[in-house]
């Protein structure tokens, strides 16, 4: 499958890992509004990748660290607040992912065999609102139901809750005071409204009640934005306002 730099090999080094872990973030919804014939409007240049931390073992982490040996990751940062995240960055090899993030629920899940040049980071607000995100039982249920294809993608059923419940807290952190780029906030609401053209408008998707309960607050703030949908899937005479009727059908 051809795509951005890096998905090819990570998708045949991990081939046989599949129930391992799942791809999250901008290559997921890439591979989703490429499998549906839509421009994402964007370059996708990182894999963000959630472990299945029940179903991990040593092979899986062998590999993992060797992947990241033979990129010749540039940066390697780690981050630890009860939840483990890992960051590579600027490979010097070539054909390898620009930007690596891993998220895992637990501490030390791939402490086995894990390089000792790794700087130690703080989470920073977007890292910080997915970690919190896996936590909650139910939207790591959500997430492990994620996988398909070779390599273990969250496809759009997946994709718009984690997203819609992303930008209510980035949202909510920003009126709190805390500096968040406007640009990642708004991100989000532009991929959720992108992604619901990849999906049948007749289409009824189960989601867990305290999902709900999210996607129902994500529909009343996202009402008071204003949102430019011509790019982003959806045919001329759709409105935004018809979108979120869709999503409302969809999920609710």
């Known amino acids: 499958m051809a795509g951005p730099v890096g998905l090819e090999l990570f998708q045949n080094t991990f081939r046989g890992h599949e129930n391992q872990f799942v ?3 901008g290559m997921a919804t890439y591979l989703a509004t490429e499998e549906a014939g839509l421009p994402l409007g964007r370059v996708t240049k990182d894999l ?12 899986f982490a062998k590999s993992f660290w060797s992947f ?12 630890d607040d009860g939840r483990q995240f890992y960051r590579f960055s600027q490979p010097q090899a070539s054909g390898y992912p620009k930007e690596i993030e891993l998220f895992s629920r637990k501490q030390d899940i791939l402490v086995d065999g894990e390089p000792g040049d790794i700087t130690p980071i703080t989470f920073d607000d977007e890292v910080s609102s997915l970690s919190a995100i896996l ?13 398909r294809d070779g390599v273990c993608w969250a496809d759009a059923s997946i994709l718009i809750p984690l997203k819609a419940k992303a930008w209510l807290d980035l949202r909510q952190r920003g009126e709190s005071g805390v500096a968040i780029d406007s640009k990642k906030i708004r991100k989000h ?14 289409q009824k998707i189960a989601i867990p009640a305290s999902i709900q309960v999210d996607i129902k607050q994500f529909l009343a703030q996202a009402a008071k934005e204003a949102v430019d949908i ?3 899937g959806h045919a001329k005479s759709v409105t935004y306002s018809q979108v979120l009727d869709q999503l409302r ?3 609710l």
């Open 189 to 202: 609401l532009r991929d959720v409204v992108l992604l619901l053209a990849t999906i049948p408008e007749n």
């Open 68 to 79: 990241i040996k033979a990129g010749i990751y540039e940066n390697k940062m780690k981050g």
């Open 249 to 251: 059908a969809t999920f």
């Open 23 to 25: 791809l999250i973030g």
């Open 48 to 59: 963000d990748i959630v472990l299945i931390v029940e179903a991990l073992d040593v092979n």
């Open 230 to 232: 011509k790019e982003l």
């Open 135 to 147: 936590l909650d039982e139910d939207y790591y249920g959500l997430i492990r139901s994620g996988m």
